[in-house]
């Protein structure tokens, strides 16, 4: 059975950092894509970035040159390191794991929140 389990949110004030961390098992990931969402009350879940099992990445457009995204193949983690944090960055952020053939998982989801 496959599992997603997310730390690292939190409160910080704007300006500041946070790192999420994504833990996954159950299955094998290396051909896998991890990635991060986020979902802000009333909104839509959007993609924050992703890595393919190639290491390309891709990144929303709002968070590029803030967050960079990484993973640890051997460990089947995936990291989210968010710098420069903005007040609209307050979101659940949800790690998502896709394995192709429609297979995706996420994880429960880990509340950040920037203050002004």
């Known amino acids: 059975q496959v599992q997603l389990v997310e730390s690292g949110g939190g409160l910080v004030q704007a300006g500041g950092s946070l790192r999420l961390s994504c833990a996954a098992s159950?299955?094998?990931?290396?051909?896998?894509?991890m990635g991060w969402y986020r979902q802000a009350p009333g909104k839509q879940r959007e993609l924050v970035a992703a890595?393919?099992?190639?290491?390309?990445?891709n990144y929303a457009d709002s968070v590029k040159g803030r967050f960079t995204i990484s993973r640890d193949y051997a460990k089947n983690t995936v990291a989210l390191q968010m710098n420069s944090l903005k007040p609209e960055d307050t979101s659940v952020y949800y790690c998502?794991?896709?394995?192709?053939?429609?297979?995706?998982?996420w994880g429960k989801g880990t509340l950040v929140t920037v203050s002004s």
């Open positions: 998502n794991v896709d394995r192709g053939g429609g297979m995706r998982y």
């Open positions: 159950g299955a094998s990931f290396i051909l896998s894509t």
């Open positions: 890595i393919s099992g190639g290491g390309r990445t």
